[in-house]
């Protein structure tokens, strides 16, 4: 156990004394600050130019009511002046675009016929918002035409709210589901970029006093296991401590600058949704609604997930640190992984895949249960599950699976280890990984 501390020790300071490594736990947080901050500054100077769009309506349908101007879009009624005339304007002018509309004979051939003309590509979301007033109004048309009474039809319409509660009578809310995907999917992703950034220094790191040859002078002092596992626990030591500054400098960075700049963070981070969307969104947290979903954060087990999150977060960690830990001993630089490394992220990215794909459409169901006891795939899948509720029989089955495999991966690993690390000037293919396993000693 001393030399196992010792190593773990000489892993730890190693790493936080490196310069690289104090300049990135000190940029890397301004950098992400502030490029949140650039893209909201960008985004409303995106927004405040207004795109004028003018439009010719030949068939008579449509009127100024049909297309009213929005806080970035105003429409330009130009029916007087003809479809050429309109186009040699918009051509030679600063329109965003010229929308035409021409007379036909039948509706269907109307909505089939409709040009939009502009010098440059338009949006998509544009496109789409003109596309539903068009279609709307020309419904509309085709319901009067088969005598149908529109006011009867929009008085038929009634919105249903379904109350979500659990067996003892609690209320629930719609959108504290959308927070709890929010949660499990940014704790897997973060594992995930976790294990890739850290996960590739422990074999860096093996690399470096491979080649240096200071390693035939440790393991003639310490078994390969010892040394490997130190390196694990040793660089994921270092790599929490940057994680938590990181955590703290950016609260400190944000607090202040939107102190200083005026900026609301929560206003920022919706400077990327759609106005429809966020008008849906207000209305949805309007009056008491707000508040119950501030009661639903609450009631959330945040003292267990944060707990989880950890465990799990060092679970997987040194989990696929003893793979990287292996690559980097079977070795000699590393342009030689590459062949080793698409085997070791299959899991982390499917891992991934199946938290999205079933976890948010079902996070109890059959598939995402089963990929969240894999010890390859459940830090990433238990960590999206833990919000919506998992019994302390499946997270019991699921860590004991995951610590186990772990141990016997550093184990497995190690064997490995102690032959590659000694293996220069060949490049090790899969059958040779498979010889130094079946050693014995």
Do not use: C
């Not at 003309?117 to 048309?141: A, V």
């Amino acid at each position: 156990m001393n030399k196992l501390k010792l190593i773990i020790r000489r892993e730890f300071i190693a790493k936080v004394r490196n310069k690289s490594f104090i300049m990135m736990t000190f940029l890397s947080p301004i950098i992400l600050v502030g490029m949140g901050f650039l893209i909201y500054f960008l985004t409303q100077k995106n927004d405040e130019k207004i795109k004028e769009i003018v439009y010719v309506d030949n068939s008579g349908m449509f009127s100024k009511e049909d297309f009213r101007d929005t806080k970035s879009i105003k429409y330009i009624d130009y029916s007087a002046f003809g479809i050429e005339a309109t186009k040699k304007k918009v051509e030679d002018g600063n329109y965003y675009g010229a929308l035409l509309i021409p007379k036909q004979d039948s509706l269907e051939l109307l909505a089939k016929s409709i040009e939009f003309y502009s010098k440059d590509s338009p949006g998509m979301s544009i496109i789409s918002s003109l596309e539903n007033k068009i279609e709307q109004k020309i419904r509309n048309e085709k319901l009067n035409s088969f005598g149908i009474d529109l006011e009867k039809i929009e008085a038929s319409k009634i919105n249903t709210d379904i109350k979500m509660l659990n067996f003892s009578g609690e209320e629930s809310s719609k959108l504290i589901n959308g927070l709890k995907i929010g949660v499990g999917a940014i704790s897997g992703y973060l594992l995930m970029m976790f294990v890739i950034i850290y996960g590739s220094s422990v074999m860096r790191s093996v690399i470096e006093e491979k080649t240096s040859r200071i390693i035939e002078i440790i393991v003639s002092s310490v078994k390969p296991f010892q040394l490997m596992l130190g390196k694990i626990l040793g660089n994921a030591s270092a790599a929490l401590l940057q994680f938590l500054i990181w955590g703290i400098i950016i609260f400190i960075i944000s607090t202040v600058a939107s102190y200083i700049f005026g900026v609301d963070m929560v206003e920022m981070q919706s400077a990327r949704i759609p106005a429809e969307q966020m008008d849906a969104v207000k209305q949805a947290t309007a009056g008491d609604k707000g508040q119950l979903i501030i009661q639903e954060i609450l009631k959330l087990p945040l003292l267990k997930m944060f707990v989880l999150f950890i465990f799990y977060f060092l679970g997987g960690f040194m989990l696929y640190s003893s793979l990287f830990a292996a690559v980097g001993a079977a070795v000699d630089n590393e342009t030689d992984t590459q062949q080793f490394m698409l085997p070791i992220m299959m899991p982390l990215i499917l891992g991934v895949y199946v938290g999205f794909a079933t976890v948010i459409n079902d996070p109890h169901g059959s598939v995402a249960v089963l990929f969240s006891h894999i010890p390859f795939t459940s830090p990433i899948v238990m960590l999206m599950r833990v919000p919506f509720g998992v019994s302390w029989t499946e997270l019991l089955i699921s860590m004991t699976l995951l610590l186990v495999t772990f141990v016997f991966m550093v184990w497995l690993a190690a064997k490995i280890y102690r032959v590659g690390i000694l293996m220069y000037g060949k490049k090790p293919t899969y059958k040779d990984l498979y010889k130094w396993l079946k050693y014995k000693g």
